[in-house]
C-alpha cells in the first residue's frame, strides 16, 4: 500500500506511522464527564467502509496527516485537510 | 453407516466401499424459531452450541454462518495452544482451555490432533530472563507447568539456532511451558460441528445476519438472509467482524479490526518440533505435519477489514526468521494469507452480557483466539444459559474499562494497534 505524503508524495505504507481514527473529537479541557472521556478513548466506530485517520511520515519528513481510506478494500481516499 | 468413528469403523468402511461415511453435520433449513440462536459458526461460535447442549441440556439451538464451517480465522491462525499468562483475569481461564485442548479428541470423537510438543520463548538479554523467571513463577504458583532453561539446555534442545558468537541476537535461556504445543485448525471446527449437529443443534452455512429484532431493549430474533428467525437470547461470536455485527444491534465497543498474517515456508525434514517464540520481536515458529515452517508475527499495524498483507509484515517476518535460523535463508515461502481480528484496547478479550438484554458478546480476542476456543465456548455457553458470566470470565466484561478494570497483561496501554 502506497500513502500519499502531502509533503513527499506517494511512499510506500512501511515508512509510515499509525495514529488511529482521527474523527474522533477530543472532548473540551476540563470536561468532568467520565463517561464522555471513557468514550472518547476507549470505544471505536471501526466502521467497514470509509474511515478518517492519521498518520506520520516517520521515516521520512515526519509530517502528520489526515488520510481517508476504504477499510474495506484499503483504496485511498487522499490528504484529508 | 457409522456415526461414531473408531478402529471397528473404519475397518468395516475400508472392506465395504459401497458403504457411505455420514456427512459429518447435518444441514436443515432453518426454524422460525430457536431458544438460542449463535451468529457466528467459527470455532468459537460451534464450541458455544456444543457445550449449551452438552453442559447446559439447551439443545434447541442455532448457529448461523454467512459462510462455511472453517472459513473464517478457526482456519486462519498459526494453530498455537498454550497457558503462559500472568495476570489475575488470564491465568486460570487460559489453563481451563489448555485441559479441555488435552481430552478434546476424546470429547469430540474426533482427532483434533493435540500435540503438545511445547512451547519455548527465547530470551535475547538478562534482563527478559528476569521477566521470564517472574513469569515462571506466577504461572507455577497458579498450577500452571514452566520451565527455566539457561542457554546450554536450550543449546540441546534447539541445537539449529544460530548460537555463534557474533548472532546478533544471542541467546541467553528460555522459558518452556512443556504442555502448550498446537493443534491442527480445521478439525477442531468440524468435530465441535459433528459434535454439536449430534447432539440436535441446527448448523446453518450461508446465512448471514442482516439485523436484530430488538423491542424495549430486549432482543428476541435475528433477521438473516434467509429470513427472520426468532430466538430467546442471542449470542454474538464473530471476532474480526465484532463491531460491524455489534452495530446492527446499536453497540458501539472498544474494539478496532486489524489483520495479522501467517506464513508458510516450502516442506522441509522434521527439524524444529516445538514451538518457538523469541524475545527480540513477536516472532514465532512450528513446524506443520507437512513439514511446512509456520510462521508468526504482529499485526500490520492500521485498521483493515480486508484479508490481503502488506509486504513489509512479509519482510520483518522473513528477517527475523534468517536471523533466528540462518540455515533457512535459501528457503522459498509457499503461502502467506491474512485473518482480520478484534483488537481491544488492554489486549484482552470480551466475554460478557451487553446493554441489550438477552443479547451477549464474545469477542474482541487479539492474539488469543484460536487457543481460547473451548474454554471460550464452555464459559459463553454458562454466561448465556444462566445469563451471569461464568467465574472464569468475570473480568472479560464489557464494561471493565469505564470501571478502570483493564487487563493487560503487557502494560501497552490503550492502543488497540500495538498491543
Redesign the interface.
Known amino acids: 500500500?502506497m500513502l500519499p505524503c502531502p509533503h513527499c508524495g506517494d511512499r510506500?505504507?512501511?515508512e509510515f506511522r499509525?495514529g488511529?481514527?482521527a474523527s474522533k473529537e477530543r472532548p473540551a479541557h476540563g470536561t468532568g464527564d467520565?463517561?464522555t472521556w471513557?468514550?472518547y478513548?476507549?470505544?471505536?466506530?471501526?466502521?467497514?467502509g470509509p474511515?478518517t485517520?492519521y498518520w506520520q511520515h516517520v521515516l521520512g519528513c515526519r509530517r502528520w496527516f489526515k488520510l481517508a481510506r476504504n477499510?474495506?478494500?484499503?483504496e485511498i481516499g487522499g490528504v484529508v485537510s | 453407516m457409522s456415526k461414531h468413528y473408531s478402529a471397528l469403523a473404519l475397518a468395516r468402511h475400508a472392506l465395504d466401499p459401497d458403504m457411505p461415511w455420514p456427512k459429518a453435520w447435518e444441514s436443515p433449513e432453518p426454524k422460525s424459531s430457536y431458544d438460542v440462536v449463535i451468529v457466528g459458526g467459527g470455532g468459537h461460535g460451534l464450541a458455544t452450541a456444543y457445550y449449551l447442549a452438552k453442559n447446559h441440556g439447551i439443545t434447541n439451538v442455532a448457529v448461523i454462518e454467512k459462510s462455511y464451517i472453517g472459513s473464517g480465522n478457526v482456519g486462519r491462525n498459526t494453530t498455537l495452544i498454550r497457558s503462559n499468562y500472568m495476570i489475575g483475569g488470564n491465568t486460570a481461564f487460559f489453563e481451563h482451555s489448555l485441559k479441555l485442548w488435552e481430552g478434546l479428541s476424546h470429547e469430540l470423537n474426533f482427532n483434533c490432533m493435540v500435540s503438545q510438543r511445547g512451547q519455548i520463548v527465547l530470551a535475547v538479554n538478562p534482563v527478559q530472563m528476569d521477566v521470564f523467571a517472574r513469569r515462571g513463577n506466577t504461572m507455577r504458583l497458579n498450577g500452571i507447568d514452566a520451565e527455566l532453561l539457561d542457554a546450554g539446555e536450550v543449546r540441546k534442545l534447539l541445537p539449529y539456532l544460530d548460537w555463534s558468537r557474533d548472532a546478533r541476537w544471542p541467546i541467553h535461556g528460555a522459558i518452556m511451558q512443556p504442555r502448550a504445543g498446537t493443534v491442527r485448525h480445521d478439525a477442531v471446527a468440524w468435530g465441535y460441528a459433528r459434535a454439536a449437529s449430534a447432539l440436535g443443534v441446527h448448523i446453518i452455512e450461508n446465512c448471514e445476519v442482516t439485523g436484530f429484532v430488538i423491542n424495549d431493549g430486549k432482543v428476541s430474533g435475528v433477521d438473516t438472509s434467509r429470513g427472520r428467525i426468532n430466538a430467546g437470547k442471542v449470542g454474538i461470536a464473530v471476532a474480526g467482524h465484532t463491531s460491524h455485527v455489534a452495530k446492527m444491534a446499536g453497540l458501539k465497543l472498544p474494539v478496532e479490526s486489524h489483520i495479522l498474517q501467517a506464513f508458510v515456508t516450502e516442506p522441509i525434514k522434521p527439524i524444529v518440533d516445538n514451538v518457538i517464540s523469541w524475545g527480540a520481536e513477536l516472532f514465532y515458529l512450528s513446524q506443520s505435519d507437512k513439514g511446512g515452517l509456520v510462521f508468526g508475527g504482529h499485526i500490520d499495524g492500521f485498521n483493515t477489514y480486508t484479508q490481503r498483507g502488506q509486504f513489509n509484515r512479509i519482510q520483518t517476518v522473513a528477517e527475523c526468521a534468517v536471523s533466528l535460523m540462518p540455515f533457512i535463508s535459501r528457503l522459498r515461502m509457499l503461502r502467506h494469507w491474512g485473518g482480520i481480528q478484534d483488537m481491544t484496547p488492554d489486549g484482552s478479550p470480551f466475554i460478557s452480557r451487553t446493554p441489550v438484554k438477552n443479547l451477549y458478546l464474545n469477542g474482541g480476542w487479539c492474539y488469543q483466539g484460536f487457543k481460547a476456543t473451548p474454554a471460550s465456548g464452555w464459559t459463553y455457553s454458562h454466561t448465556i444459559a444462566h445469563d451471569q458470566e461464568h467465574e472464569l470470565v468475570r473480568d472479560f466484561a464489557l464494561d471493565r474499562f469505564e470501571k478502570g478494570k483493564e487487563l493487560d497483561e503487557f502494560g501497552l496501554g490503550n492502543w488497540t494497534y500495538k498491543q
Do not use: I, R
Not at chain 1, 41 to 48: A, C, D, I
Not at chain 1, 71 to 74: D, I, R, V
Open positions: 500500500m510506500d505504507v512501511s499509525y488511529g481514527d467520565l463517561q471513557n468514550d478513548v476507549f470505544l471505536f466506530e471501526n466502521p467497514k474511515h485517520e477499510t474495506a478494500t484499503n
